[in-house]
């Protein structure tokens, strides 16, 4: 019973902290831009407002554009769901492992790149067959980090590869765990659409990837899509962090585990955020037909990371 | 490398904001109370050019800049109007431009509010009477705010905005603009 | 005769009476009827026989020696694996006979419908046939009544051009596959009297290691062309677009696993299992079919040849789960080597179920639009708004995303790939993560691919008059269209007691006996060590939920909507020449994947007569010719051209010199004789 309520707990905080992980991403390029900057919780102003305005639909769109926005802000709460944040999951109530995860948020992008080819607008088609491109290419770079991952701990449960990493720690420095970490960093930047990628603030149609298929979306479908994006972003980071460096997650159910959890989640997730302003503030975006590239490039060090680990075992 | 570094001596650049000229900024209708409410704190600005000269928007650039930064008044620019509650707009109307600056004020979702900046948006300014100028902004679509200048300062422009929003006196008492005065040097 | 047999009795007979109803119609309309009317008799038939076979376990075995008593006379054995896929033929020849009834309207000023009634009830009782054979001589016999009637469905609009060079393709690579088999049963049988599945199930252990090895390649040839892998694939998609659309699903969903179910019966059944490299064999040739087939579908825009090509994609991911699976079972993992059959299995299952919806909607689309080209569709989610959901369906589900049965099946593929490293052979197992690494880039072009074809042909506006004036079938295609898409929810939903009753149809094959997957609980799709589940039913209810609990919170908070013109930048008006087009869409992606495609590329500019700086018109043209007809299949059709002009100089029309051939080979025939007497 205490662990349905933790995992509600868990999903609840993670849907609560989302935008405050864009925002603070957002309020960090800011100081490194010399501006002062919104302050991190922005993004909660936001999505209030969105919430009170209304939803302007084209005569094109078709249900599809509706039920869009909900498919994908489902999705990213159901990932959140599996994902482990401030506690490893526990045996009986898993409901999904790694593999879900990946496929749940291809559900997602599937719905959102329909949306955008709904409206007959040429930018969503645009930006629908580009995040189609990038997500097929990063798909075998994630399948070969999971892999990685798998290979060493034996199955695609998350709570087994954390507890795994955990009583191993030396196996967290080896050459399969960085070269698959930085695999999986490349495909969270593109997967969430940040430099070098896509850039998320950009106003010109012909460098969009993600937001090229949003642009038709106003009112609280607008809130949901970024809602849900942000979520995404969360839970990648958190991916990253509680995967590669698990150590702070709570293994039991204690309250200090619980706190001591939710702070190394959090710090976690403020030194990944850093890293990912500081990134966006270094390198310029990409030209689109060079992220297959980088996408490959990530998929070698994958490549490499699998067979490291199977040749040390 | 260097970047950081250079990023780290230069620090914040962000200057408090001006108050200029206080005639230059026209509300001509205010809003309602609830709207100013809602988007109040976060405001998304959609600019439309609607044939200006391009003085007018190297202005409005400026509010980006590190030096009058308005977001960290909650305000950014978007890539739809239909992500935005604000439509600003600068320049005469010119024929080409009508149904354009028609169609964008109708693609935002309400509530939304226009702000025309300039003075060729309030009265055509230098163009005015020319054959290829329909009149000016408040011709085609409603406007609650004028900023007067050829160009405006930015600062004006920020106050304008933010006045239109009721956020010229700060919730907590503390006001975010100071008396006009000699801007202090870095 | 205990029922099962019964039921297989009203299936030969509701077969046959529905081809010879059909050939006596008195008219075309009344042929049509009399088709399905046979074909869903036949078809009940079919489901009670495989239904009390897969519930009971206890094969139906009847003989009829007298029948070509030269040849061996007819065995009928009917035991689990085959009622799986009589299970499949029936269920699919079901929905497919009630469709055609309203689809093959459009055939009755083109085509025989008398002829089509004949040969459409032949081909379900040859798959039938096949399914469940028990003797050389009836799978031989299935297997050519099925490939001569299926030829004959395809070239159903035989006044088309393509559509006979496509018949023509298919007859000789069916045929091809015909040559390979009888070898392969001469192999493998021991003597000229015992020619039953029994007979050589007892004798292929004797074989020396050679001749399985040749008995293996022969048979991975022969069912591999029918299942249409690559190299083997390449009438694929030319027979599929040319057939009408219920045969293109009868054929894509359930002819192509007959392939499949001749390999698992060979390879694993009668031969009992081999070395690796058989498996590793299946393995690589899956990971490229998979990879090829959806790369090619990328390209296309005809909606028929696109899903053909994704047949190809989905039989290679077949192949990869019974590659693993043997090569797992052959190193001693056979728990998990039945997670890779099962998924192997199972995505036969999914495929013919949404392969079969989405032919059997592209059908619809295709009749109401006239034209199968995507880029003059668009707009039909709002004309035909049942087909549309259904396609979607369909489309959700072959892009194996949750919680659909597509998903399900490559979950337990994945999961066998990942039991690589228990391997101890270091060669093989290397090829495990390789194997993962592509068959995730398949599944995310795949999803690529079919956002492109529901969005292009049934999203935006209407990009043709046809498309625009297009209306919702029949009522009683879009039913069964909805039946095939509640069968793939229901499927993905119910996947682990599918699985459950999976195992127990692995089970009943000898080599895998023994082995049956633990009970896992209702809800979750376990993996034996229990490493990792995942439950698509309990993900549904959350998505659902959660979907459900947005909705509130917005409604409450107050959701109004405002309809309004597309945001076009402040254009004028917005035309269908303004929307995304297919080729656009695959445009990246092609570029990513140049140097495989080497797409040709022609660009002509017409200018004006008075100045070269206005420009007329711009004309692009790109084309994708899949560099292994190029390369492979055009020298090997130019050599035999030039070989048969060569042997036509032998008839030289003149009297004499056929006299003089007569009078050697006579010569040759006695010489012969003496020296072998």
Redesign the interface.
């Known amino acids: 019973m205490i662990h349905y309520v933790m995992i509600f707990v868990q999903t609840f905080v993670a849907v609560a902290l989302a935008p405050a992980l864009v925002g603070f991403i957002r309020w960090m390029k ?9 302050a991190p919780w ?1 993004p909660y ?2 999505l ?2 969105l ?14 554009f509706h039920v869009s926005p ?2 994908v ?3 990213s ?2 990932v959140a ?1 599996l994902v482990p944040l401030v506690a490893a999951p526990a045996d009986p109530l ?4 790694l ?2 995860v990946v ?2 948020l ?2 997602g ?2 719905f959102l ?2 949306a955008g ?6 930018f ?3 930006g ?3 995040e ?2 990038v ?6 770079t ?3 980090s999971i ?1 990685a991952l ?2 060493s701990a ?4 998350f709570g ?1 590869i954390i507890d795994r990493t955990i009583a191993e720690p030396s196996m967290a420095l080896g050459p399969g765990h960085l070269l698959a970490f930085a695999a999986l960093f490349i495909v969270t930047l593109a997967e969430t659409g940040r430099l070098p990628v896509d850039n998320p603030a ?2 010109l ?1 012909l460098t ?1 990837i993600h ?1 090229a298929m949003v ?6 479908y ?1 809130a ?1 899509l970024e809602w849900g994006a942000a979520l995404k972003l969360l839970v990648f980071l958190a991916l990253a962090a509680n995967l590669f460096i698990p150590w702070g997650i709570a293994v039991t159910l204690s309250p200090l585990a619980l706190a001591i959890g939710l702070v190394s989640f959090i710090a976690k997730l403020a030194i990944l955020a850093i890293a990912v302003a ?1 990134l966006e ?2 390198v310029a975006k990409l030209r ?2 060079r992220v ?1 590239e980088l996408l490959s490039a990530s ?1 070698v060090l ?2 490499i990371a ?2 490291s680990t ?1 040749l040390a ?1 | 490398m260097l970047l950081f570094s250079k990023i780290w001596k230069a620090g914040i650049a962000t200057e408090v904001l001006q108050v200029g000229d206080p005639a230059a900024v026209e509300i001509g209708r205010a809003l309602e109370q609830r709207i100013k409410k809602l988007l109040g704190r976060a405001l998304a600005i959609r600019e439309v050019d609607a044939g200006s000269c391009n003085g007018c928007e190297l202005e409005i650039n400026g509010l980006t800049s590190p030096i009058y930064d308005m977001e960290r008044f909650g305000m950014h620019f978007v890539a739809s109007p239909r992500h935005a509650d604000l439509l600003l707009v600068t320049g005469p109307v010119t024929r080409n431009m009508e149904i354009p600056l028609r169609r964008t004020y109708e693609a935002m979702p309400a509530p939304k509010f226009v702000v025309a900046v300039g003075d060729c948006a309030k009265t055509c300014g230098v163009f005015k009477g020319s054959y290829a100028v329909v009149g000016p902004v408040d011709r085609i679509i409603p406007v609650d705010v004028s900023i007067a200048g050829c160009p405006p300062e930015p600062s004006d422009i920020l106050r304008g905005i933010l006045e239109a929003v009721d956020r010229s006196a700060e919730k907590r008492g503390q006001s975010i603009t100071v008396a006009a005065g000699p801007v202090p040097s870095r | 005769m205990n029922t099962a047999g019964a039921a297989l009795v009203l299936m030969a007979g509701g077969y046959a009476a529905g081809a010879c109803l059909a050939v006596l119609a008195p008219s075309q309309r009344a042929a049509r009827f009399f088709t399905a009317v046979g074909a869903t008799v036949g078809c009940v038939g079919g489901l009670i026989a495989a239904a009390i076979v897969l519930a009971s376990g206890q094969p139906v075995e009847a003989s009829f020696p007298n029948l070509v008593a030269a040849a061996g006379g007819m065995v009928i054995g009917l035991d689990r694996l085959g009622a799986l896929f009589l299970a499949l033929v029936a269920a699919v020849g079901f929905l497919a006979a009630v469709y055609g009834v309203s689809y093959t309207a459009e055939y009755e000023n083109r085509s025989s419908l008398r002829l089509f009634g004949l040969m459409f009830n032949g081909f379900l009782l040859g798959m039938s046939l096949v399914t469940c054979a028990a003797n050389i001589f009836t799978f031989l016999f299935a297997w050519e009544l099925m490939a001569v009637t299926s030829y004959f469905l395809v070239i159903t609009d035989s006044e088309d051009a393509d559509t006979r060079q496509a018949g023509l393709w298919y007859a000789a690579m069916t045929h091809f596959g015909l040559v390979l088999l009888l070898p392969m049963f001469l192999l493998m049988a021991p003597a000229a009297g015992a020619t039953t599945f029994a007979d050589l199930r007892a004798w292929t252990p004797t074989l020396p290691t050679a001749t399985r090895d040749a008995v293996f390649v022969l048979a991975f040839f022969a069912f591999g062309s029918k299942a249409g892998m690559v190299p083997l694939h390449v009438w694929l998609p030319r027979a599929h677009p040319a057939a009408p659309s219920h045969v293109s699903a009868l054929m894509s969903g359930v002819m192509i696993k007959l392939g499949i179910y001749g390999l698992v019966r060979v390879m694993f059944d009668l031969m009992s299992g081999g070395p690796a490299w058989w498996g590793g064999l299946l393995l690589a040739v899956g990971c490229v079919s998979a990879l090829l087939g959806v790369l090619y579908a990328l390209m296309e825009h005809d909606l028929k040849r696109l899903l053909a090509y994704h047949s190809v994609e989905n039989i290679g991911i077949i192949l990869i789960g019974l590659g693993a699976g043997s090569i797992l079972h052959g190193a001693g993992l056979r728990a998990l080597a039945t997670i890779g059959v099962a998924g192997a299995l199972f995505h036969t299952l999914n495929h013919a179920c949404f392969k079969g919806l989405l032919f059997l909607g592209a059908g619809s689309v295709v009749q109401q639009t006239h034209t199968r080209n995507m880029e003059e569709m668009g707009g039909l989610i709002k004309t035909m708004p049942q087909t549309a959901l259904c396609f979607l369906v369909g489309s959700a589900a072959i892009a194996a995303l949750p919680p659909l049965n597509g998903f399900a099946s490559e979950w337990l593929i994945f999961q066998s790939l990942l039991a690589g490293p228990y391997i101890p052979r270091l060669e093989i197992a290397v090829g495990f993560p390789i194997a993962v690494g592509m068959l995730a880039l398949t599944s995310g072009l795949a999803a690529a691919c079919f956002v492109k074809a529901f969005g292009i042909s049934f999203l935006a506006m209407p990009r043709s008059d046809h498309a625009a004036h297009a209306r919702e079938c029949h009522w009683s295609m879009r039913a069964m269209m909805m039946v095939l898409a509640g069968g793939c929810v229901v499927l993905g939903l119910a996947a682990p007691i599918v699985i459950r009753g999976l195992s127990r149809v692995i089970d009943s094959v000898p080599l895998w006996a023994g082995e049956a997957l633990p009970p896992s609980p209702r809800l979750w799709l376990m993996v034996p060590n229990g490493s990792a589940q995942v439950s698509p039913l309990l993900m549904a209810v959350l998505l659902t939920a959660i979907g459900l609990i947005a909705l509130l919170a917005i409604q409450v908070r107050g959701l109004r909507i405002r309809p309004t013109d597309t945001w076009g930048c402040g254009r004028i008006s917005q035309t269908p020449r303004m929307e995304y087009t297919a080729s656009a869409f695959a445009e990246p992606l092609r570029r990513v994947f140049a140097e495989l495609y080497r797409p040709t590329e022609d660009l002509s500019i017409s200018v004006h007569p008075e100045s070269r700086y206005f420009i007329q018109s711009i004309t692009y043209t790109s084309h994708v010719v899949p560099w292994l007809e190029k390369a492979f299949y055009d020298p090997v059709t130019r050599g035999a051209q030039a070989l048969a002009t060569q042997v036509r100089r032998m008839q030289a029309g003149s009297v004499h010199l056929y006299l003089l051939y007569v009078v050697a080979a006579l010569l040759v025939a006695l010489a012969s004789a003496w020296w072998f007497r």
Request: proline content about 4%.
């Open positions: 800011a100081r490194l831009q010399g501006r002062r900057g919104a922005q102003l936001e209030w407002k919430l009170g305005k209304e939803a302007v639909v084209s005569h094109t769109a078709s249900w599809l909900f498919v802000f489902g999705t709460v159901v769901s898993i409901i999904g492992d593999f879900a496929y749940l291809l559900l992008t599937f790149a329909l080819l709904d409206t007959g607008s040429p969503g088609g645009m629908a067959s580009r189609m491109t997500v097929a290419l990063t798909e075998p994630v399948a070969m892999v798998a290979l034996g199955s695609t449960n087994q950009t106003h149609e969009m937001e642009l038709e979306y106003s009112g609280p607008l949901l500081v503030t270094r689109l037909f297959p998929f994958a490549l699998v067979m199977f075992r």
